[in-house]
C-alpha cells in the first residue's frame, strides 16, 4: 500500500470514500469512464458519483438508459478496446438482465482471445437488507459471481477498505463485481443497538486518505484476534459479529474476508487450525450460499483440528420480507445462540 502523509487524512463514511476512489481514478487514468442509471447529473441514487460529472465531464461520467444488458455490453466493449469503464448497477437486484453479458462476455474474454483481449471493467453496486428495502432492493446475490470463472468479487465492511479495494479493482485487468453494503453506506452499524460500534481494534477505519492508495485483492482482515473460535464475515456482518463479540465478551477472531474471489484461505486455515471452532455469518440466503463454500474449504483443510461442527447463521431461504426484515437479517440473538451452541461441542 502506498504510504499516504496524516495531514491527508479525513473522516469519510463509505459513500464519500467510495466516491473519492473514483475521483482519484478518473484524475489519474483518462481511460477511466463511468456509466449507469442517474450517476451523472443526479449523482446517483445514493450519492456515490455526486460532483464527478461536474468535475470531470459527461463523456467521463455519463448517463445510460434503464437496461443492464446494454449497460453491462457496453462496458464490456469498452473495457476491450482498452479503456477501464466502472459501470453502476443501482440495485444488485436489477444485475440479473445484465448477467449474460457478465457471464459469457467479460468472465471469458481474456480466456478465449488467449489474452489478446482483457475486460478490466468493474461493476458496483449496492447490495444487501437493513434499509427497509423489501425483496427487490435487498437481496445478497454475491455467491452467483463466485461461481463464475473469470471474475472477482470484493465486499468492504470500512470506508477506509472500500476506497483501497476499489482503486485496486479499477487497476485490475479481469472484471471485478464491487458489493457495497448499503446499511453502512452512512455511517456505523447499529441494527439492534441504541449506539454505534465501537472502533475497530486496529484503527478507525473511518479515517481514509484523500489520495491514492490500494489495498490488495485476496488479502482478508483480522479484525480481532483470539484463541477460542473463528468467525469469518463479509460486509455488514462484520460489524455485527465484532458487535456480539464485544458485547459477550468472546475469545474469538474476527475475519472480515474483503474478497470473497481471490479467497485469502491461508489466513483461514492458519486461524481455524489455532481455534478448532469456525463460525460463519452471512447475510445472503442459506442453500447455496457462499457461507457453504466456506465451511466445506473448512472441513476439508482443517479436519483434524476441529473440535465442533462448523456453524453458519445466515438469512433464510426465502425473499427478503419487508415488514419482517430485523427477523431475517442475521443478529446478534441468533449469532449468539450460534456461538453457545458451537463452545459447548
Known sequence: MFEVSSDSIKTMNMIEAINSALDNMLERDDNVVILGEDIGYFGGVFRATA?????????RVFDTPISENGIMGVAVGMGAYGMRPVPEIQFADYIYPGLDQ????????RYRSAADFISPLTIRTPFGGGIFGG??????PESLFTHMSGVKTIIPATPYDAKGLLISAIEDNDPVIFFEPKRIY???????????????SKHDASQVPEGYYKIPL??????????????????TMVHVVEAVVKEQNIDADVIDLRTLLPLDIETIEASVQKTGRCLIVHEATRTSGFGAE??????ERCFYH??????????????YPHSL????????VRITTAIEKIMKD
Not at 135 to 140: D, G, R
Not at 223 to 235: C, D, M, N, P, S
Request: no cysteine; charged share 20%; glycine share 10%.
Open 186 to 200: 452512512n455511517g456505523p452499524f447499529t441494527g439492534y443497538y441504541d449506539r454505534p460500534v465501537e472502533p475497530w
Open 325 to 332: 426484515e430485523w427477523a431475517y437479517f442475521p443478529g446478534p
Open 218 to 235: 485476496g488479502k482478508a482482515n483480522v479484525v480481532r484476534e483470539g484463541e477460542g473460535l473463528t468467525i469469518l464475515a463479509y460486509g
Open 294 to 299: 466456506l465451511s466445506a474449504l473448512v472441513q
Open 306 to 319: 476441529l473440535e465442533a461442527p462448523v456453524e453458519r447463521v445466515t438469512g433464510f431461504d426465502t425473499p
Open 102 to 109: 457478465i457471464v459469457s462476455e467479460a468472465a471469458r474474454m
Open 51 to 59: 460532483n464527478l460529472q461536474e468535475k470531470y465531464g459527461k463523456r
Open 135 to 140: 425483496q427487490t432492493h435487498s437481496q445478497s
